[in-house]
């Protein structure tokens, strides 16, 4: 139980919930189906300047590019295609270069979708690659000399559905603050450079939302997971970079600045300073936690390196259409030091098919780590005073930080809350118990926990509540982590309560 919400907090968490039952890959093919359906229709108005035919022509020439070739090779190496991902490549390129009927241009639009698929294989490593693949797609073809992109979603009856579109995109995976910054930096280099000529500076930002693809660029391509750094400040870093590469003019040789080069530049950066790789992970055991719950143990091919709190992203076999993979995040419980990685997850039915994929994984099947991400981390001061605050299976996180505090010898002031809905069903007994930290535990069905919790009762966490089990709460930083009704009410009231700081971590599903 937790208190309640007021309607707009509700309301959001609602939405949160319902994106979670999507993969982010999922919802950036659904958004962007609508949009290439929105153009259709507005060709069909005569609001854009191509035909019908023409647009439908291209958009099955870049799915099939896309998404073909992608089968093709993904065959050929014996490796699980990813159905999400090569829609997204098609659908993107779509938006990219001119719809037209003519053979020539219909090649050209292929090409760009052959490459854009074959750099996923070429160009990658452990199942991630280094390259958007439909910036590197424009890219090639722009340097055959047989076509260019031309953004032709960078228009003004299209910003209609692509900034409300951008907008959810860049809500579900977390990036608001990365893309607007990308903005602000873009905006401001093009308006200086433009000032040279007289433009002036809300003549110039204008003509840069509603007239180019800014808002298309940032919210479906410089956000995408695989290419970008998984830690805020590094994406902070990144985004200032491609927004400067974005809008500064410069021509050197056959290459001029383009949104598919400036996208390119940060993706290279990223790559080569070893903040985007992949690692190849092999399945060794599945373990209960309870009886609703099981950790995952895989054998990493290299060390990874993360931070206690953070989350992987996984490529799994199986879980998509017509049995192509998925890809899905989830929290570390092992220590960074540990020679193995562990994930904790729910395994409440229903399942979801990325659970069930997971769950049918046998001793030496190999899945791929994507991507490592989050900044529900620790603080570097090992002095500062925690509250960790849990809800259900959202002591995942936390059991990694327990974990790695323990192996290097920190004697951090830990007090962790945990809310379960009967004492059998609090997940790692064991860690919380040699932790030394103090634990209170909360059963819903009013249980006593194991001896060494104490029992918080039944009351739900009120800030009144919250104060009553850690008196000294003002001191402490807070962390809360759990689903998300539960984590937005219970990060409300520990800020009521006073809690010096509270970071959240959610579990919107997967």
Known sequence: ????????????????????????YRLVVVVLAALAAYSVVLGALGWLPFGVPAMLASLLVCLAASYGVNRVVAAAVRVTPQADSSLVTGLLLYFLFWPSLAPLDLAVTALAGT?????????AVHGRHAFNPAALGAFVVGLTGWGAAAWWVGTPPML???????????????RLAMAGLFALVALGVFTAAVAQGGIAPLTSVGQAVSQGPLVFFAGFMLSEPLTMPGRRLHQFGYAAVVGVAYALPFTLGPVSNSPELALLVGNLLAFVF???????????????????????????????????G??????????????????????????PSSDLLAFGVSTAPPLSPSKRSLM????????????????FVLPRDTDDPLLLVAGGIGITPFASMLRAARSSGEGRDVVLVASVPTPAELAFAGVLRASG???VVRASDGGAPADFAEDAGSAPFSAARLRELVPDID??????SGPPSFVGAVARELREAGARHVRRDAFSGY
């Open 274 to 308: 070893g903040l985007t790789r992949g690692v190849s992970l092999r399945f060794v055991e599945r373990r209960e936690l309870t009886p609703t719950s099981h950790e995952f143990v895989f054998l990493p091919s290299r060390r990874v390196r993360f931070a206690p």
């Open 115 to 123: 490459a854009a698929a074959l750099s996923k294989y070429v160009l």
């Open 437 to 439: 930290a103090r634990v």
């Open 310 to 335: 953070q989350y992987a992203e996984l490529s799994l076999p199986g879980g998509g259409p017509a049995g192509a993979g998925s890809r899905r995040t989830f929290s570390f419980t092992s220590a």
């Open 475 to 480: 001191a402490r930083t807070a962390y809360v």
């Open 1 to 24: 139980m937790t208190p309640t919400l007021s309607a707009p907090v509700a309301a959001r968490l609602r939405l949160v919930t319902a994106l979670g039952r999507l993969s982010a």
């Open 360 to 375: 049918g994984l046998v001793p030496g099947q190999r899945v791929y780590l994507a991507a490592v991400g989050g900044d």
């Open 160 to 174: 209609w559905l692509v900034l409300p579109g951008a907008l959810l995109v860049l809500y579900r995976v977390q």
